[in-house]
Nanobody, 123 residues
Framework: QVQLVESGGGLVQAGDSLRLSCAAS??????RGWFRQAPGKEREFVAA???????VYADSVKGRFTISRDNTKNTVYLQMSSLKPEDTAVYYC???????????????????WGQGTQVTVSS
């Protein structure tokens, strides 16, 4: 069984930085995705890191967010900089059920999800 636990969320001001962590236990494939969901909105893709090291970012966060991994800790990070009020959401990390997934950007590619961590950016 795969378990994912996010941490690092909080309340920050616009322009600040924050680092989210996603710790995995169980037999999780190392590809990991970050998604977010704001109140009243659909869950949207943020960033993903493939097991081979390739990354992909949503246009809205490109240049501001960085996804990385520490294999020794089985943890994936999302470093968020220059935060904006529109980044306010619950952030979720997700793991796939197989090694290779086509796009890494679709929620349906990930059967395993963490409980989420709230990020609130005030203006």
């Amino acid at each position: 069984q795969v378990q994912l636990v996010e941490s690092g969320g909080g309340l920050v001001q616009a322009g600040d930085s924050l680092r989210l962590s996603c710790a995995a236990s169980g037999r999780a494939f190392t590809t990991r995705g970050w998604f977010r969901q704001a109140p009243g909105k659909e869950r949207e893709f943020v960033a993903a890191l493939r097991w081979s090291g390739g990354t992909v970012y949503a246009d809205s966060v490109k240049g501001r967010f960085t996804i990385s991994r520490d294999n020794t800790k089985n943890t994936v990070y999302l470093q968020m900089s220059s935060l904006k009020p529109e980044d306010t959401a619950v952030y979720y990390c997700a793991a796939p059920g197989r090694m290779n997934i086509p796009t890494m950007t679709l929620p349906e590619e990930y059967p395993y999800w963490g409980q989420g961590t709230q990020v609130t950016v005030s203006s």
